[in-house]
């Protein structure tokens, strides 16, 4: 098993709009061979910006 992931620094009050970006997107993932599952995880909150990840299995 594999699984794919990614970091997103995002600027502070910019979080909700990045969520919805998310959920909105065009995916196809579904249509790949193997694929599991997708999340995205909220991190802890900086001074300047929000740490997201994501994973694909």
């Known amino acids: 098993m ?4 990614n970091r997103f620094k995002i600027k502070l009050g910019c979080e909700q709009e990045f969520i919805d970006i998310w959920k909105g997107r065009d995916s196809y993932l579904n249509e ?13 909150t900086t001074e300047e910006y929000t740490l997201f990840s994501s994973h694909a299995t």
């Open 32 to 44: 790949v061979t193997g694929f599991k599952s997708f999340n995205l995880l909220k991190g802890p």
């Open 2 to 5: 594999f699984i794919a992931m």
